[in-house]
C-alpha cells in the first residue's frame, strides 16, 4: 500500500472481521473433517478455537455498530456488507458443525453397536 492511502477505521474493522470469522470458519471445517475420522475431542477443541476468533471477529463488529449508533458516522460500503456476509456466514458454520459433529458422533456409536452384535 503506497504511503499517500490510508485505510479509515471502518475498513480497518471491516478487514477485521473478515479476518477473525476467516479464521474461525477454517477451525470450523477442520472440526468437521477431525469428526469424520472419529476424533471427537479434536473436533470440539477446534470449534472452540472457531469460537474465539469468531468472538474477536463479532468484537470488531461491534464497534462498528456501537459507532454507528453514537454519530451515525459509519458509512455504507461494499466492503462493510460483505464483512457482514462472512459474520453471519461463519455463524451459520458453527450451527451445522456443531450439529455435524453430533451427527457423526451418533454414527460412530451405532456402528460400534453393529459391530459389537
Known amino acids: 500500500m503506497s504511503s499517500d492511502v490510508q485505510m479509515d477505521e471502518t475498513q480497518i474493522a471491516c478487514f477485521s472481521i473478515i479476518s477473525y470469522v476467516g479464521e474461525a470458519k477454517s477451525c470450523y471445517m477442520e472440526a468437521l473433517r477431525a469428526a469424520r475420522k472419529g476424533e471427537f475431542d479434536q473436533a470440539r477443541t477446534l470449534v472452540e478455537q472457531g469460537s474465539a476468533h469468531f468472538a474477536e471477529g463479532h468484537q470488531a463488529h461491534g464497534t462498528l455498530i456501537t459507532r454507528e449508533a453514537a454519530t451515525g458516522d459509519v ?3 461494499l466492503l462493510l456488507m460483505h464483512a457482514e456476509a ?3 456466514d461463519a455463524e451459520s458454520c ?3 458443525t456443531v450439529e455435524f459433529i453430533e451427527l457423526h458422533e451418533e454414527l460412530a456409536a451405532l456402528r460400534k453397536g453393529m459391530a459389537a452384535a
Open 75 to 77: 458509512p455504507t460500503s
Open 86 to 88: 462472512q459474520l453471519m
Open 94 to 96: 458453527k450451527t451445522y
